[in-house]
């Protein structure tokens, strides 16, 4: 009675474990026809399926450093974008690092820009006019005026009519009358009013100029690095497509070869089938015993 009894707990165990199994994999089963979503294999969040990024179609060295911070991630698995803009970010960052030593801000500015997908190009010119103050236009438009061919013309024709007048009038009524002193007086006060002048809008000028190359080394160098990105994606999903098609080679071959053993054997079986139907059929022992005896 002892043994019966015990073969009946052993057995009502085994029947619960494997209900309980059994419910465990229905639970998890109508679990994923519910959600039907992929999953972030580091957050365990649910993504949506434009969220979410397989892993094996990273490129390889970006792969390589996701699975060092995180290394039970497989390449069935999913990631969602941001996580992997994050991660994109800091590989980029420590890269730079590596070949330029240190990170400078417009290096930090450009991995930024990679990390949310901004735009780098920016109109300078914009930006830094609505930044002048009146005394900065004032200076600008006056170098601009004495830097033009109009105020040469006008500064020549001034001189020929000042020359003229005090020429024709002569002695006590002229103006200014020879070696015009009060003309020499003008031209260095212009001079040196204009000289700084042209000065301030220079500096200006330059710090324009310093500004667009500063964003024309920021949007080389995000293009440099997304062309490398670019190239190193080619070539995997080059490397990737070559491997699939050989297996799909691979697959054809035996096929042709099952195929092929197939035919050969339905062909031998009509072979076979063949012969049989042209052989004559062989006389009964008993029919050649009976003719036996009708002859005697």
């Known amino acids: 009675m002892t043994d019966a009894t015990a073969a009946k707990d052993e057995t009502i165990r085994d029947e619960l474990a494997g209900g309980q199994l059994a ?12 959600a039907g979503k992929p999953v972030d294999a580091i957050t365990g969040l649910a993504l949506k399926k434009k969220d979410a990024v397989r892993f094996d179609d990273l490129r390889p060295t970006l792969a390589e450093y996701i699975r060092v911070h995180n290394p039970n991630i497989g390449g069935d ?7 992997l803009d994050d991660y994109r970010g800091r590989y980029i960052s420590e890269l730079l690092v590596d070949e330029r030593g240190e ?10 820009s990679l990390r949310t997908h901004d735009t780098l190009a920016e ?3 914009e930006d830094y006019d609505e930044q002048r103050t009146i005394s900065d236009r004032l200076s600008d438009v006056v170098a601009s005026f004495g ?3 109009t105020f040469i013309v006008l500064f020549c024709v001034f001189l020929t009519v000042w020359l003229a007048l005090n020429m024709i009038v002569g002695g006590k009524k002229a ?3 020879y070696p015009f002193i009060l003309l020499n007086l003008i031209l260095s006060t212009i001079a040196a009013l204009q000289a700084p002048i042209i000065m301030m809008s220079q500096r200006r000028t ?30 995997h999903l080059l490397n990737r497509q070559w491997e699939r098609l050989t297996e799909i080679q691979q697959i054809q071959i035996e096929m042709m070869l099952e195929q092929g053993k197939t035919a050969g054997r339905v062909i031998k079986a009509r072979k076979v089938a063949k012969r049989k139907v042209r052989k004559p ?3 009964a022992a008993n029919e050649e015993t009976a003719v036996g005896d009708v002859g005697l």
């Open 77 to 83: 698995d999913y990631i969602s974008r941001k996580l």
């Open 206 to 235: 330059e710090a324009k100029d310093r500004l667009r190359a500063h964003n024309d080394y920021k949007v080389n160098l995000k293009a440099e690095l997304e062309i490398r990105h670019l190239h190193e994606k080619v070539d």
């Open 175 to 177: 103006i200014d009358p």
């Open 103 to 112: 990170l400078s801000t417009l290096e930090g500015e450009v991995v930024e």
């Open 147 to 149: 830097g033009s061919w």
């Open 281 to 283: 059929p062989k006389p």
């Open 23 to 34: 419910a465990l994999g229905e639970t998890l089963a109508i679990a994923k026809e519910k």
């Open 123 to 125: 109109n300078i010119e």
